[in-house]
């Protein structure tokens, strides 16, 4: 099976300039690591195939049921990890208690490594073994990394992570558990992806970077695949994702691109990309139409803490072809987001996922969102990520004596 047919070209998102479709580059020789490629799909040749009946008779339901979108010839797709397909749910309470439109949550913690980013990775592994490579790496505020690690080792890839010191613990017990060589930089993620650039230049392993890699748009943009679908191709005025990179706002934008030139959907969503107050060059590149500006990473919201964004065309562009916005929340308000989700809808999600909640709560709020919306609002990792940070959002509980009494002064104290 190859599906490399419906690519058309590899075509740099600065200068434009195409390369073939077999080419082996990540970045455009002419401008650089900043030249990110995008890749072109031949979508009248994928019409031939890729319609509602197709969809209608697929069995599959993960990440290669979309085999058709993404750009590997498909050798390996039944030896992995089950990624995607992930629970679409409707708002419980969330939505009732604002009066707000139609509320849908997709919870990507979900997938097997617990991230959104096990899209991309599970497409990093298989390319690398279509092309022959042994060992792949990656720099990570903490979720490619595990993510990367968990499906490289089902697929028996050697991995080797670079994460800065403030790595969350639950995400290094997952580095661990998987049998990643672990690097811990000392310093912050732009100390961490250099390191990660020289080290993969020098070694000559896979690259599964984000930021350089153009294959992890295409893994990620499934989850647009999958939102369209699970909604009967009838898509949300708006999605709303938690951004960091650049990547996966990027994505997203992709996937419901795609749909819109095949003809199955009738409009583009529009996005809403979220940062932290303390780490949001998007949000202020887009506030004062200035390039962006390399900020502090100062957040609780550790995957999403990028102070210098390595995919900031495709992320812009997602933003203003969708005409959607960005916009930051504070800490505080990401934690109480934390909060109202797992009390109100029963999804634990991690602080960076947490953010889209509260920046669909503050878009709202602020009347950018109205009341006729339908939203969607990605959860891109799992609670149990960061669970210092998690305790962190609660009060603490004491110690209940073995008797009753003691039972009944506590409920007493504990009364809302």
Not at 354 to 368: D, E, P, Q, T, V
Request: hydrophobic share 40%; with cysteine.
């Amino acid at each position: 099976m190859n599906n490399l047919k419906y690519v058309k070209q590899y075509t740099c998102t600065i200068c434009n300039k195409s390369y073939p479709k077999n080419s082996k580059l990540l970045t455009c020789p002419a401008c650089g690591e900043r030249g990110i490629l995008d890749i072109e799909f031949d979508y009248d040749s994928m019409k031939q195939v890729v319609n509602l009946e197709y969809f209608a008779n697929n069995k599959r339901f993960d990440i290669f049921r979309y085999l058709p979108f993404l750009p590997i010839e498909g050798k390996f797709i039944d030896q992995t990890l089950r990624v995607g397909w992930t629970p679409l749910y409707r708002s419980m309470h969330i939505e009732q208690d604002l009066g707000a439109g139609k509320l849908y949550f997709k919870d990507d913690g979900v997938n097997p490594t617990s991230s959104l980013k096990d899209r991309a990775s599970v497409v990093a592994a298989c390319k690398a073994l279509e092309e022959g490579y042994s060992t792949i790496s990656c720099s990570s505020t903490g979720n490619a990394a595990s993510s990367l690690a968990g499906n490289a080792a089902r697929l028996g890839l050697k991995s080797v992570i670079f994460v800065p010191k403030r790595a969350p613990a639950g995400k290094l017990a997952q580095l661990k558990a998987y049998g990643a060589e672990l690097i811990v930089v000392d310093g912050d993620y732009k100390d961490t992806f250099e390191l990660s650039k020289l080290a993969i230049e020098e070694f000559g392993w896979y690259n599964r970077n984000a930021a350089i890699n153009p294959l992890m748009v295409e893994g990620k943009k499934t989850v647009a695949l999958e939102i369209a679908e699970q909604l009967g191709f009838k898509v949300p005025d708006w999605v709303v994702t938690s951004v960091g990179d650049g990547c996966t706002i990027a994505g997203v934008y992709k996937g419901f691109y795609d749909l819109y030139m095949l003809g199955l959907i009738q409009k583009i969503p529009r996005l809403l990309g979220v940062q932290s107050d303390g780490c949001n060059p998007f949000v202020k590149s887009f506030e004062y139409h200035e390039p962006l500006q390399e900020q502090e990473e100062n957040t609780i919201a550790d995957s999403i803490s990028v102070g210098i964004p390595r995919n900031p065309v495709k992320a812009m562009d997602a933003i203003t072809n969708s005409l959607g916005c960005f916009l930051s929340t504070s800490d505080e308000e990401i934690l109480l987001a934390m909060k109202m989700l797992g009390s109100q809808e029963g999804i634990f999600a991690e602080p960076a996922a947490a953010a889209s909640l509260s920046g669909y709560l503050k878009a709202f709020h602020n009347g950018i969102i109205t009341k006729e919306d339908t939203v969607c609002v990605i959860i891109t990792g799992n609670g149990l990520k960061d669970t210092k940070t998690a305790l962190s959002a609660f009060k603490e509980t004491r110690l209940v004596k073995a008797t009753l009494e003691d039972l009944k002064k506590y409920m007493k104290e504990t009364e809302r």
